[in-house]
């Protein structure tokens, strides 16, 4: 069965800290990708990876970057939290037809 | 730039009802249209997917059309039952990696 993994459910992080969301798959994707929802918004992309190290910028990279060292393993990096990055935060793998997602992180920012 | 909304935010209906969402896109030139349903605090579980040159897919209770011409896509749910709560978002493909998501309709089934 395909999986996608976060490595939180929920987080609390203080204004400043450098923050680091983790997703794993199992499904051997060259794909993964990372969104934030936020109500009334609907998914945006932030950032997406086709490769081992190869990134792109999503609609809304601004205050983060990503790192992807393994296929299966996609990092989210806030450098330095602000509120407004308070968030869920998703991921995903696959084809842009069937993206897989994971269960998600909530975080919030104080 | 494409935009997708999705009308109602928000549906109660009681149970065994058939209904019907909406969901409309500014630009035709779409790769494709997916529903999915996220359930409270989890993730996105694809529904349905309707390729640019179709014009609908069924999977049990669910029917989903897609008129590209105007701009348009119902998620149809026949007979709904309690389980079936949740939010069910719209998604247009565009093209490359890039998927355009709607803002989703929270659905209510009451017992």
């Known amino acids: 069965d395909v999986k996608v993994t976060q490595s939180s459910r929920y987080l609390v992080k203080r204004t400043g800290e450098k923050v680091f969301l983790e997703c794993v798959q199992d499904m051997d994707h060259e794909n993964m990708f990372w969104y934030r929802q936020d109500p009334g918004l609907g998914l945006r992309l932030i950032y997406f990876?086709?490769?081992?190290?190869?990134?792109e910028k999503g609609d809304i990279p601004e205050g983060y970057s990503v790192s992807r060292e393994k296929k299966e393993r996609f990092s989210l990096i806030l450098e330095s939290a602000s509120t407004n990055q308070t968030s869920m935060y998703l991921c995903?793998?696959?084809?842009?037809?069937?993206?897989?997602f994971g269960p998600g992180t909530r975080l919030l920012v104080l | 730039k494409q935009e997708v909304t999705q009308i109602p935010a928000a549906l109660s209906v009681p149970e065994g009802e058939n209904l019907v969402l909406n969901c409309s896109f500014t630009d035709s030139a779409i790769y494709n249209l997916q529903w999915f349903r996220q359930d409270p605090g989890k993730g996105l579980t694809s529904l349905l997917l309707?390729?640019?040159?179709?014009r609908e897919q069924t999977s049990g209770r669910l029917n989903a059309s897609l008129d590209k011409s105007s701009g348009r896509s119902t998620l149809y749910i026949a007979a709904s039952q309690p389980g079936d709560s949740a939010t069910y978002l719209c998604?247009?493909?565009?093209?490359?990696?890039?998927?355009?998501f709607g803002a989703g309709t929270r659905l209510f089934v009451k017992a």
């Open positions: 995903a793998s696959g084809l842009q037809e069937t993206q897989y």
């Open positions: 990876s086709y490769d081992v190290k190869m990134k």
């Open positions: 309707i390729q640019s040159s179709q």
């Open positions: 998604a247009v493909g565009t093209g490359g990696f890039k998927t355009i």
